[in-house]
């Protein structure tokens, strides 16, 4: 064993391959055959890289500042099995330089690897174009996944979405309130929370003055005299309206000519009571409300709009409400007004949004969701959000020129909703814009013309790259 690896050493020490068998007499036996580095001794090579393997490299050659020698490299890369194959023995185009793989602004005329042991990318003649576009191999399109799709018209659908509260409509709460000094003598069963029908009594009121004027009427309009006269009984019949007396209760009394010692008072319209305050033997001053009915078959939906959102808003729009009470329920209702103010701490607007409510599932101050739908009807050139390289101060997209090749132009955008971005200047129905790995294609896009310097300036930069690594 020890003549097998004594043999092995001088092989590979002198650049010979070692065939190694066991003969018959039992003895180890070897021959020497010459290897493909001492075929390279008359060959000329590309450069000389470090023995340790570090990222330094030489174009003729020298030692490290351990006094080891560097490494030839050949053009089919024989002479070190580490060596880095050089890209020119891969392609039949011309490479102008390498660049930095990191995307800096760094080149070199001979193959190298930055800090991190990373290979300088090749770049070859008839790569880069002096007509503003980005041209990349297949490969790099495939490995880096570009993907384009073309222009169209479309409709942007915008839907703003904002919390609200639920409220009643102011054109359908009712009160009952005395005109003149009254006594209540009798209520009905009705209470908070009770529906009531337009007509349905509420309660029975004693009060002089409507006593007064009920019987002057009926002394008028049973007159001998003028009874048959209608302009006598008008005045009489109109301070009975002015002490808001039912319109029920004053036929009835055109109908039997009695004069009720009490008048029986209804609900002026269908709803919910809200609040009663008439107790049976109590004094209603005038002014004083004894009952408060709304009608709910129709609310109001108070929703708040950020600032940002309310170009979006306009009178009439469909809303879509949800009711936090109920998953899964829609009520569809109309933006009515939009309120002329904005509030200074919240910087939001507040909507109206009138809702049919006919089984009164919507209660006063119930929380919801809206989501009004903005969407206009004609359609408007889009292309997908994705497909925007936005700085800020400038919006661009990748125009995809075919054959690998892609234009950046600048554009002009508008609304946005729905995945898609409205394109009001910049392209025109039917170019095929990129929507993936556009930051890839601009990286390349913004190198261009520092590396189109660097090529140009290439032999001064093979001096310089030689120079450093002689001082490395």
């Known amino acids: 064993m020890k003549t097998l690896r004594l043999l092995t050493l001088l092989a590979l020490a002198g650049g010979l391959a070692v065939g190694a068998y066991w003969s018959s007499h039992g003895r180890w036996s070897a021959h020497a055959e010459a290897t493909p ?11 000389y890289r470090d023995p340790n393997g570090a990222p330094l490299w030489s174009a003729s050659p020298k030692q490290d500042d351990r006094g080891r020698d560097y490494l030839p490299v050949y053009e089919d890369g024989q002479a070190t099995a580490t060596a880095p194959k050089p890209p020119q023995a891969t392609s ?104 009531v029908k337009a007509g349905q009594p509420l309660m ?17 309009i049973t007159s001998k005299t003028v009874g048959g006269v209608e302009m006598y009984g008008r005045g009489s019949r109109q301070r009975l309206v002015n002490l808001d007396v039912p319109e029920q209760v004053i036929a009835e009394m ?77 009520f569809s209702g109309k933006i009515a007004i939009v309120y002329p103010q904005v509030n200074r701490d919240t910087r939001t607007v507040r909507v109206r949004i009138e809702l049919a409510n006919p089984d009164a599932a919507l209660l006063p101050d119930m929380y919801v969701d809206a989501e009004i739908d903005t969407a206009d009807s004609a359609p408007v050139l889009a292309i997908p959000d994705s497909a925007v390289l936005d700085t800020g101060t400038r919006q661009a997209v990748l125009v995809d020129k075919g054959e690998g090749r892609f234009e950046p132009r600048e554009v002009k955008l508008g609304r946005r909703g729905g995945g898609y971005i409205e394109v009001r200047d910049g392209l025109a129905d039917g170019e095929e814009v990129v929507t993936s790995a556009t930051f890839l294609i601009d990286a390349e896009s913004n190198l261009k013309a520092a590396l189109k310097g660097f090529a140009e300036g290439a032999p001064q930069a093979s001096d310089a790259g030689h120079a450093a690594g002689e001082r490395k």
């Open 37 to 47: 580095a001492a075929a390279q001794a008359d060959r000329t090579p590309l450069y």
């Open 92 to 195: 039949s185009r011309k490479i102008l330089y390498y660049r930095n793989p990191m995307g800096l602004p760094d080149t070199s005329p001979v193959p190298k690897k930055d800090p991190m042991g990373m290979n300088y990318v090749p770049v070859y003649e008839g790569d880069e174009a002096d007509d503003g576009t980005v041209k990349l191999s297949p490969g790099k399109i495939q490995r880096t996944g570009v993907k384009s799709e073309p222009v169209e018209r479309r409709t942007i659908r915008v839907t703003v979405k904002a919390p609200g509260t639920i409220q009643l409509d102011e054109r359908r709460v009712s009160v009952i309130a005395m005109r003149a000094e009254s006594f209540v003598q009798k209520v009905a069963d009705v209470t908070t929370g009770t529906r």
């Open 204 to 220: 029975e009121i004693y009060s002089s003055a409507v006593a007064s004027a009920a019987a002057e009427y009926l002394a008028t």
């Open 254 to 330: 055109e109908k039997t000519r009695l004069a009720p010692v009490t008048i029986h008072w209804s609900a002026p319209r269908d709803g919910i009571v809200l609040e009663r305050s008439a107790i049976e033997g109590m004094r209603a001053n005038p002014g004083d409300v004894l009952f408060r009915i709304a009608d709910t078959s129709v609310v109001w939906a108070l929703v708040d709009i950020a600032e940002r959102d309310l170009g979006h808003i306009a009178v009439g729009q469909s809303v879509a409400v949800r009711a936090r009470s109920f998953a899964g329920r829609i």
